[in-house]
């Protein structure tokens, strides 16, 4: 059951005017997944995202979400999605708990008094459910969003963009709340963020699109395993690991830093390989660090 | 679905201090014209009846509740659409001003259950705002200046109403007044639709209020075939019920006017709505 279609979108294309904000985009969500979805400023994350919530009408394609198409089961299709889009948008003059009162009564679900309560609760905002959102911090708006996200237990998550302008430790907040989601009931989510370190943290799968196609698609790990990275080595003696490395191993970039560091360039599966080999070698080594992290897979791919 | 949203509207609509506004400024004028009525109604009144006091005799008190009632609303039904629109314009465009439309229009809602809602929600509020405008004008100035025969000025002539004639007229007067506010509910109520902020429906609505008074009074040729439709025309109707015979012909055709009004701009509030692509 793991690998059931949660969502799937095939051949979007969204046009504003003559601007083709979305072109062909397709991509799948797995039942379980935490799935990033990545690209540069403009790239038409949003839209995508907006057309899957139907906030926005493609010109094209088909998106299906539990196994019903978006254009024709929409209300039974939202029933089981709780969203954020960009940032979480509250009615100011109300309090967090009338806030999702108005929320819970349109869900297409019963909740009740009880459960906005601990929902509350498990955002961390129970002592101040009848205080006015007018003067909740961004953090605080954004952790409302979740529990108004979560309110009527839908099977699916979109999150977009949902650490913006958080704090560092709004930051960590946010991932952890995910990170249990998925582990302690095993929600779906699809996770649109510019912090490419959160996605490559939480994601076990992603997409990355720009100028509005889709690029690449696949499991986080794997696409990243595939790439040459650069291995940062600091060991007692950087020259003897070089020999070794070129007499043993079949690299061809390996830059000495200093004495006591080298840097390797290579894919990051062969990692293993050479923390063996300086191992048996008798070296000691103190870190063997795959400096290649999301980022520069995310800039590689956008720039070819 | 439509019921419990309507709910929400309402209570978004009364958790706002601006909806309250209206309730505000109707209690202040109307204490305001209560006061002046009661220090010098008097003097007032007779500058109307002195014209007429070579032929007639007048007995009995002339400035009653009944009258004082009608100034009122003779003097506030133009000005009460502000205070309809003040609300009524920022039920669409208002969300999109704070981006709750993003939120509201991703739930398992129908774009035109939203509208509906939105629509039912503001008749409710129009409808409380005619009530208090009723209790006020009629209540208060009963208990203030008494009950009385009702003399009413019109184009030919001055009409007077038996004291035992006048309630229901009121009644069915305020009716009429309710559904003339409603069009300009559902006027304003579109152009927010048409809006991400919540001045410009409100702008609007009283720029056409006001354009559309001016044609109306304008002895033009050019304008008198279409001063029938325009729904402003229709908008004093609810005089009509203080005439004596009541022309219940004119007053049918202005509530089958102001009708076509409201559900044309309810259709095209759906139209835009569910055709808006939400990107704020």
Redesign the interface.
């Known amino acids: 059951m793991e690998n059931q279609s949660v969502l799937h979108v095939k051949n979007l294309s969204k046009k504003f005017g003559s601007f083709e904000a979305v072109k062909d985009v397709s991509f799948s969500v797995n039942k379980g997944d935490v799935f990033g979805f990545l690209g540069p400023n403009g790239a038409g994350k949003s839209t995508t995202i907006r057309c899957l919530l139907s906030l926005i009408k493609p010109n094209s394609g088909k998106i299906e979400l539990f196994g019903k198409s978006l254009a024709t089961d929409r209300a039974e299709i939202l029933q089981n999605i709780g969203s954020i889009i960009e940032k979480p948008d509250f009615y100011k003059y109300l309090s967090a708990q009338k806030n999702l009162e108005i929320f819970a009564r349109i869900s297409g679900a019963t909740v009740t008094q009880r459960e906005i309560a601990e929902m509350l609760d498990f955002v961390g905002l129970g002592n101040r459910a009848k205080d006015r959102v007018k003067g909740f911090s961004h953090g605080m708006k954004q952790r409302l969003g979740i529990a108004q996200t979560l309110l009527h237990k839908p099977d699916l998550i979109v999150l977009d963009e949902p650490t913006t302008g958080l704090d560092p430790q709004g930051i960590i907040e946010i991932r952890n709340l995910i990170l249990r989601l998925k582990a302690e009931q095993n929600k779906t989510i699809l996770l649109s963020s510019h912090q490419l370190s959160e996605i490559e943290l939480i994601a076990n799968r992603m997409v990355i699109i720009n100028q509005g196609c889709s690029i690449v698609e696949g499991n986080v790990q794997e696409l990243l395993n595939n790439e040459e990275t650069v291995v940062r080595v600091e060991i007692d003696s950087s020259d003897k690991a070089i020999e070794l490395i070129n007499s043993n191993l079949q690299i061809s970039t390996v830059d000495r830093i200093s004495a006591t560091i080298f840097e390797v360039v290579m894919v990051k599966s062969r990692v293993p390989e050479l923390s063996k080999l300086l191992v048996e070698s008798g070296l000691q080594i103190q870190a063997i660090e795959p400096k290649r992290k999301l980022e520069d897979y995310f800039i590689k791919i956008i720039q070819s | 679905?439509l019921l419990?949203?309507t709910?929400?509207e309402f209570?978004?609509i009364v958790?706002?201090?601006r909806s309250f506004l209206g309730f505000g400024a109707l209690t202040i004028l109307i204490s305001l014209i209560i006061f002046a009525m009661k220090m010098d109604g008097e003097t007032i009144v007779s500058f109307i009846t002195a014209s007429f006091e070579q032929t007639l005799s007048f007995n009995g008190k002339i400035v009653n509740g009944n009258l004082i009632a009608f100034i009122i609303l003779q003097m506030l039904v133009v000005h009460i659409p502000l205070l309809v629109a003040l609300v009524t314009g920022d039920l669409i465009s208002g969300e999109a001003a704070?981006?709750?439309i993003?939120?509201?229009?991703?739930?398992?809602?129908?774009r035109t259950k939203i509208v509906f809602s939105k629509f039912l929600a503001g008749a409710i509020y129009t409808l409380l705002l005619t009530i208090w405008l009723g209790i006020l004008s009629l209540v208060v100035s009963h208990l203030v200046f008494g009950s009385g025969d009702l003399i009413v000025l019109n184009s030919d002539g001055l009409v007077i109403l038996q004291e035992a004639d006048i309630l229901w007229r009121f009644g069915l007067g305020f009716c009429v007044a309710f559904l003339a506010l409603l069009t300009v509910a559902t006027l304003s109520i579109c152009f927010s639709a048409f809006a991400e902020n919540s001045i410009g429906p409100i702008v609007a609505t009283m720029a056409v209020i006001i354009v559309f008074t001016i044609i109306g009074s304008l002895d033009v040729t050019v304008f008198d075939s279409i001063k029938p439709y325009l729904f402003t025309t229709h908008m004093a109707s609810w005089r009509s019920f203080f005439e004596d015979p009541i022309p219940f012909e004119s007053i049918y055709q202005s509530i089958i006017v102001l009708i076509i009004h409201i559900v044309l701009l309810v259709l095209i509030t759906i139209f835009k709505f569910n055709?808006k692509?939400?990107?704020s």
């Open positions: 679905m419990r949203n709910y929400n209570i978004k958790s706002k201090p704070m981006g709750t993003r939120m509201l229009a991703s739930k398992p809602i129908s055709k692509d939400i990107t």
